[in-house]
């Protein structure tokens, strides 16, 4: 029925985190033709919004449970909790530390060159912008496979980098060459969305005329409304 690889490589938890870094927890949801999707539910063939490209069709998945719910759950595995807000998310959400996020930001052109960049969840843990926590069962992820690096659209704000199978550290290799935050960058970046946020939540000031329609702390936000009222 479902066209992907189930496989467990909960013996070998250090292999598996270098191998599995993005894939994305089972319960999250995306963004595809079909509206919001959970990501268990996809199979190789549906369409997928992407960030760059529009409706692109999976070509390849797997499920992997990289931790069975015994004993004590490798530090390397515990997910990263990012709180509603943070990294423009409409909730709490549950991320693999090394899954990378796609965000806008104008520190990250600042220091890339490019409002668009990619930070590594467990470097926001460092600066308290996030937290790791003990999962309740167990760790399984998808990991989807399309033609070309992807970003995707995460149900709960976030977008997903989905980098071509074995491309992960070879960014500039991609035609969606997005540059990887280390942690000081991931820091600032980090403290310019908080700015940003904040800047959205102060109320007008008396006699000031408010701009019509909604306002968002990004074009990012702007999207993921969008997709929420489409779908």
């Not at 292999?15 to 079909?34: D, K, P």
């Not at 308290?128 to 003990?134: K, L, M, P, T, Y």
């Not at 167990?138 to 071509?164: A, D, M, N, R, S």
């Not at 936000?221 to 489409?230: D, E, M």
Request: proline share 6%; glycine share 8%.
């Amino acid at each position: 029925m479902f066209d992907w690889i189930t496989q467990s490589t909960t013996d070998e938890p250090n292999a598996a985190f270098s191998s599995e870094a993005n894939g994305i927890l089972v319960g999250g949801s995306i963004a595809t033709e079909f509206g919001w999707r959970p990501i268990e539910a996809v199979c190789c063939g549906d369409m997928v919004l992407t960030f760059d490209n529009g409706f692109r069709p999976i070509v390849g998945m797997r499920r992997v449970c990289l931790w069975n719910g015994r004993d004590t759950c490798p530090d390397a595995l515990l997910p990263v909790l990012i709180e509603a807000n943070v990294l423009d998310n409409t909730r709490d959400v549950r991320v693999l530390p090394e899954q990378g996020i796609m965000v806008e930001s104008n520190a990250a052109e600042d220091y890339r060159g490019d409002l668009f960049a990619v930070l590594i969840p467990r470097s926001m843990q460092a600066y308290g912008f996030a937290d790791r926590v003990q999962p309740s069962g167990l760790i399984e992820v998808i990991i989807l496979e399309f033609e070309e690096t992807e970003v995707i659209y995460g149900q709960c704000g976030l977008h997903y980098f989905v980098p071509k199978t074995g491309d992960m550290l070879a960014e500039k290799e991609s035609h969606l060459a997005y540059k990887m935050l280390n942690t000081e960058e991931t820091f600032v970046v980090l403290e310019d969305l908080n700015t940003a946020h904040m800047q959205h939540l102060i109320p007008l000031t008396v006699g000031a005329v408010p701009k019509k329609g909604p306002q968002f702390a990004s074009p990012l936000s702007f999207l993921a409304c969008r997709l929420c009222s489409v779908f």
